[in-house]
């Protein structure tokens, strides 16, 4: 059952991953020599700068031991991009189901444009997808406006759906699959972080609030890797 669960939460993941690429012609950076953005190219070996474990150690997490790292690294015609996956394990009893251990998942998006123009778009772009529209169509979201060191370009989402037990063959149980969006912009950067996993249904709001508190940790994480 578990490969059910990590089913409904890397197939949120693979259609914004999906979208998000969609449209996007391939060939060489070539940026104008009258632009002069905040952030230069991405380093290529990003996912493996990333400092996954000792920010998992914050919030009492360990590295999943099964989880299949990932990463997808790609120049476009105006932007650079990169995805890192990650996946995580409570080690104590936090927020156990039926379906196991509560193992928060997900993934780390970095897109940096070659001028402010293009990363305003994209931005707005992504808002109106992964923001406004679950928004509407979501189970249960709740959306809010971020603010921090990237100024007030910023959104948030969180949905929680509770899982049926006529779905499954565990017996009767209450647990919901939650998912949380991050989505910055920072001059011509642009940042999502997803991170979902399943959850007690009567405590949802405490395990909503520790992946929101690890979608804004993995942003500062990420940042600090980045040129500029």
Request: glycine share 8%; net charge negative.
């Amino acid at each position: 059952m578990r490969l059910r669960t990590a089913r409904l939460r890397g197939g949120m993941i693979a259609v914004a991953l999906v979208v998000v690429a969609a449209g996007c012609g391939a060939g060489g950076p070539t940026p104008p020599p009258e632009s002069n953005p905040r952030y230069e190219q991405i380093p290529e070996d990003l996912c493996d700068r990333l400092r996954f474990e000792e920010v998992f150690d914050r919030f009492t997490l360990d590295l999943a031991p099964s989880h299949q790292d990932g990463s997808d690294y790609r120049t476009e015609r105006s932007y650079w991009r990169v995805r890192c996956d990650f996946g995580a394990l409570a080690p104590d009893e936090r927020f156990t189901t039926e379906f196991g251990e509560f193992q928060p998942s997900g993934a780390v998006q970095v897109r940096v444009y070659h001028d402010l123009t293009g990363a305003v778009q994209a931005y707005n772009q992504d808002v109106a997808n992964y923001i406004d529209l679950p928004e509407e169509t979501g189970p249960n979201p709740i959306t809010a406006d971020l603010a921090g060191w990237w100024g007030d370009s910023g959104r948030s989402l969180q949905t929680a759906l509770v899982l049926d037990p006529d779905d499954f063959t565990l017996g009767d149980f209450a647990a919901s699959q939650l998912d949380v969006t991050h989505l910055i912009r920072h001059d011509n950067l642009v940042m999502m972080v997803y991170a979902g996993a399943v959850a007690p249904t009567g405590e949802t709001a405490e395990a909503v609030t520790l992946l929101h508190d690890l979608a804004e940790a993995l942003i500062d994480e990420t940042a600090s890797h980045l040129d500029r």
